[in-house]
């Protein structure tokens, strides 16, 4: 039985899966992404090879233990130098900066190695067993940590950069950790929901929020932000409100720019499809152009959360069949 794993290297999870050739997840787990301190005696290479190691430990104590591994598919939030095997750099995971990751883990494992962006191993995924399988041009945003994209073009992986979350979309906006302001991940992420939600507590607006985490409405997660909106939080709902008008402000001048036959929206928050679908939709109709826009789908991923990881695990699929033809 051949198998290969995928990894979705993200700002706050790291997802990693076994998938089969069919595409069908047979494990997975998520385990926190790890950071570096100055007090820290273990690289985050090695933090990041031992958390591969601990999960195929899983795997074999469950009873799912590869036996013919064909390789390992990385999929790395960030600028990503794909010829190479280096991330070039990564805003929410500054501490893998320029880190060789591929020659990395085909030394740790002995296996082959293929590093892509993980929106666009999310793609990848969505075209081989997902929303995209029988589409030729999508493209895919992935909302977690940050907005990720991804293109699939004439049937085949677009190789260059998709930066959709460092699209400028307020000139003098907020400020982004990739060094500009008004960016699309800086108005749509989980953590531009849970900036908005926590900006907004700061300036004394009520909000079933202020219940949470003790009162402490600087632990907030993005899931705290959810449920409160499913309890009718008006603040919570309104931040939902606000993802789904910048998303439809980027989403517009993507269908523009590409004239797609859809754009897929996935990855961490896509549980919150209903909260910001609508407004997002409002957005489009009223900026895209109507022949452009009348002929493109927006379409809720079929891969949930791992995602970026089944579609790591496809592309060294892929990578061992151009090898072997």
Known sequence: MKVAIGLDIGGTNIKAVIALESGERIFGHKYPTPTVSEDDTEPIEEKLVNILKDFLKEAEKQGNSPIDIVGIGLGVAGLIDTKNGVI??????????E????????????LPVVL?????????????IGAGKGLDNFVIITLGT????GLI??????????EIGHMVIEPNGRFCPCGSWGCLESYASGRAIVDRA???????????????????????TPADVYKTALDGDSLSREVFRETGQYLGVGVANLIN???????????????AWDLFIEELKKEVSKRAFKPLSARTKILKSDLKDDGGAIGAAGLAFRATELLSS
Not at 88 to 97: F, G, K, L, R
């Open 146 to 149: 940050g907005v990720g994209g």
């Open 257 to 271: 720019l590409l004239s797609p036959e859809a754009v897929i929206i996935g990855g961490g928050l896509i549980g």
């Open 99 to 110: 880190l060789p990751i591929r020659e990395i883990f085909k030394s740790a494992f002995s």
């Open 198 to 220: 926590t900006s907004s507590l700061e300036k004394g607006v009520y909000s079933m929020l202020i219940e949470c985490c003790d009162g402490n409405f600087y632990k907030l």
């Open 88 to 97: 070039i750099e990564s805003p929410n995971i500054s501490a893998i900066n």
């Open 116 to 128: 892509e962006n993980d929106a666009s191993a999310y793609a990848y995924g969505e075209k081989w």
């Open 153 to 162: 073009y004439k049937g085949e992986l677009y190789a260059g950069s998709l």
